[in-house]
């Protein structure tokens, strides 16, 4: 069994680093770049930073601070983040980032999302799914723009998604995010059960544990905001990323 991929998600706004609970509460814990020189230090696997304000707002990708970014990380780097467009893709590939993660560009439009895989290929196109559940417990597609759950199923959306030829998807839990109560693992094992595609998890881990029981229900990649940036009950902000022993024990 490969060595399955330990990324921290970053979010960025207004060019810093802030962590969310449940999608809201936002808190700033740094400056993106100097979380990028930590990282680096502690070699970890792949790096995702998604701009929370810029589909919101209807702006455009930061191509600064995305090239500042691409300039510094030593590891894989997924952006995402108001794209809507081919050319804003081929901008940001071309400033070295390997992957971009598209979320409300493919709520919009599935069309886009061919044409981006069909021009960039497979392996760049990442997307990602905001998760909400209703009262019932229902997983419902959540739009963070709106800050509202969509009339669409999910299970057909994911279907739909890897009909396009999406190379990844990426499952955020908007309840679970910022709580580190652990991953919604019943959802994980659903949702990976349905595809063929990499699924990258993310909101709630808490530990290296939590890690261990998403990737053995079948997710490929484990995602966390939270567990990298804050340290101790008081939630101090402190970088952290397992070691090379920690990391074996995921696969044992």
Not at 91 to 117: C, Q, Y
Not at 186 to 196: F, G, M
């Amino acid at each position: 069994m490969l060595k399955p991929r330990v990324i921290p998600v970053l979010l960025l706004r207004n060019q810093g680093l802030v962590k969310t609970v449940k999608f809201d509460k936002h808190v700033y814990v740094g400056d993106p770049i100097n979380a990028i020189k930590i990282f680096n230090e502690k070699e970890v696997d792949e790096l995702v930073f998604l701009d929370i304000d810029a589909s919101k707002k209807g702006g455009k990708p930061n191509f600064s601070i995305i090239g500042q970014i691409a300039t510094e990380c030593f590891m894989p780097v997924c952006y995402g983040g108001g794209i809507s467009d081919i050319e804003s893709i081929r901008k940001i590939l071309k400033l070295g980032i390997e992957k971009v993660s598209l979320n409300a560009s493919a709520i919009n439009s599935l069309d886009f999302i061919k044409s981006a895989v069909t021009t960039f290929g497979s392996s760049t196109i990442v997307i990602s799914i905001d998760i909400k559940k209703s009262l019932l417990g229902k997983p419902l597609v959540f739009d963070h723009r709106t800050g509202k759950t969509l009339n669409k199923d999910l299970f057909d959306y994911i279907h739909e998604l890897e009909k396009c030829g999406v190379g990844e998807l990426l499952i955020n839990s908007v309840d679970k995010d910022g709580t580190m109560s652990g991953y919604d693992i019943v959802l994980i094992e659903k949702i990976s059960r349905q595809v063929n595609i990499p699924v990258i998890v993310c909101g709630g881990a808490s530990n290296l544990s939590d890690f261990k029981s998403a990737i053995k229900v079948g997710a490929s990649a484990v995602g966390a905001g939270s567990l990298f940036v804050f340290h101790g009950k008081h939630k101090a902000v402190l970088i952290t990323y397992p070691n090379t022993e920690e990391l074996s024990e995921l696969i044992k």
